[in-house]
């Protein structure tokens, strides 16, 4: 009996690896390495190279291993490419997670714990974003999850899946000091190339209807949402109910400016960020309160943010 864990070889899912494992949970690891690192896998673990879309490779590591379950966070993550790429995003996300979810069914494989995203969401009209706010995703990337959701709930019904759906707002900081975020596209990385780079981190509009006139996101540390993906991944085995989907948020949101005054003192680089123009589409505020998980999935905020920036800073150092 094991765990297969989709995309394992990325920061999220590496993370989610080693969450599993403390939990006693025996994992396999599965990843294409289009975004991830093999070193991100933890010795002992058994890995596969290989795509989402391959049927064949993913029956015989399903077979091979005993696969009882599977939390799967591999996809194609980047919501501003996939208005460029829709059908690249379709196929990653869609096309790949129906592949898996085709051959779970067919080797009775019966429970998955899904990573989502605030992005179903798009740019919500309300304070807080609870589970049942209402969808209206704005990109390929948004919509791509949503229908993953949607998969899953006719699963529940058609052969009797036991899911749930994550869905992630701004993921930060590192738990281990060997993994990093490498996203090209994520405010952390990008202010950290930055910095080491010499280049004066950007702030994109500081015009907002906000108290300090940037953006108001809401971040959370990868340490704390792995450990709810072990939980959920226990609950499932357990037999015991969870909801369909949860937000893992903190129920307070952080603004750009405030990063960027974090990053300073976490980093020990001191910069004055360079203000540009707002990025069309970039909404006031997104926060989402976390009660639910809290209740089921031992979701808490367990890091501040300044423990975020230096966990973050520490791993992205280990990789210069």
């Avoid at 798009?122 to 990337?141: A, F, I, L, R």
């Avoid at 971040?219 to 949402?225: C, G, N, P, R």
Wanted: hydrophobic share 40%; with cysteine; net charge negative.
């Amino acid at each position: 009996m094991s765990w297969l864990v989709t995309g394992a070889a990325g920061y999220i899912g590496s993370h989610v690896v080693r969450a599993l494992r403390s939990a006693g949970k025996d994992v396999v690891a599965y990843d294409d390495l289009s975004s991830g690192f093999r070193q991100f896998v933890p010795e002992g673990v058994p890995f596969v190279e290989g795509t989402i879309l391959d049927r064949e490779l993913l029956t015989s590591t399903v077979r091979e291993h005993g696969v009882t379950g599977v939390v799967h966070v591999a996809g194609f993550k980047y919501a501003g490419v996939s208005v460029q790429r829709p059908l690249h995003t379709y196929e990653q996300n869609v096309t790949g997670m129906a592949t898996l979810l085709g051959v779970m069914a067919e080797q009775g494989v019966d429970r998955i714990v899904f990573s989502s995203s605030a992005a179903v969401y798009g740019t919500p009209d309300v304070e807080t974003v609870v589970e049942d706010t209402p969808k209206n995703p704005e990109s390929p990337y948004g919509e791509s999850k949503l229908i993953g959701e949607w998969l899953l709930r006719d699963l529940e019904v058609a052969k009797d899946f036991r899911t749930t759906s994550l869905r992630y707002f701004n993921v930060v900081g590192s738990g281990e000091p060997d993994l990093y975020d490498a996203s090209p596209h994520n405010l952390f990385p990008l202010v950290f190339d930055a910095l080491l780079a010499g280049r004066t981190p950007k702030i994109n509009g500081d015009d907002y209807d906000t108290p300090d006139g940037t953006c108001v996101r809401d971040y959370v540390h990868v340490a704390d949402l792995a450990h709810s993906h072990a939980v959920a991944a226990r609950r499932l085995d357990a037999g015991e109910p969870v909801e369909r989907a949860y937000n893992l948020g903190s129920g307070d949101g952080v603004s750009v400016r405030e990063i960027m005054t974090a990053m300073a003192s976490g980093t020990g680089i001191d910069f004055t960020p360079e203000v540009t123009a707002r990025r069309p589409g970039d909404p006031a505020r997104i926060v989402a309160t976390g009660e639910l998980a809290a209740r089921d999935l031992e979701w808490a905020m367990r890091f501040t943010l300044d423990e975020m920036v230096t966990s973050a800073w520490e791993a992205r150092q280990s990789a210069s």
